[in-house]
Nanobody, 121 residues
């Protein structure tokens, strides 16, 4: 199971750190990804990391503003979001797969519940 947390209401330019905690230690072959879904829109890829070698992938909208990291001691993946914009407002989901940190929603088998991020202008 995956548990996403850390969402909230912030202002434009603020930062927020999301966490995705897994019920068991991910295997080195696992990747953990973050996706987001704005109201009335499709769910989209944000960032992902491979648990074993730390390879990462980012959506263009996240590059330069968001970072993704893992905390092996807590079986947790963090998504640090800086310089937030109103268009970052969405429900953020974390998901897991076996394999590389890919961008495809269908690549991920296990999903956590979402955490709401709201950025006010």
């Amino acid at each position: 199971q995956l548990q996403a947390s850390g969402g909230g209401l912030v202002q434009t330019g603020d930062s927020l750190k999301l966490s995705c905690t897994t019920s068991r230690r991910p295997f080195s072959s696992n990747a953990i990804g973050w996706f987001r879904q704005a109201p009335g829109k499709e769910r989209k890829f944000v960032a992902a990391i491979n648990w074993g070698d730390g390879r990462t992938a980012f959506a263009d909208s996240a590059k330069g503003r968001f970072t993704i990291s893992k905390d092996s001691t807590k079986n947790t993946v963090h998504l640090q979001m800086n310089s937030l914009k109103p268009e970052d407002t969405a429900v953020y989901y974390c998901a897991a797969r076996t394999g590389a940190p890919t961008r495809g929603i269908a690549d991920y088998n296990y999903w956590g519940q979402g955490t709401q991020v709201t950025v006010s202008s």
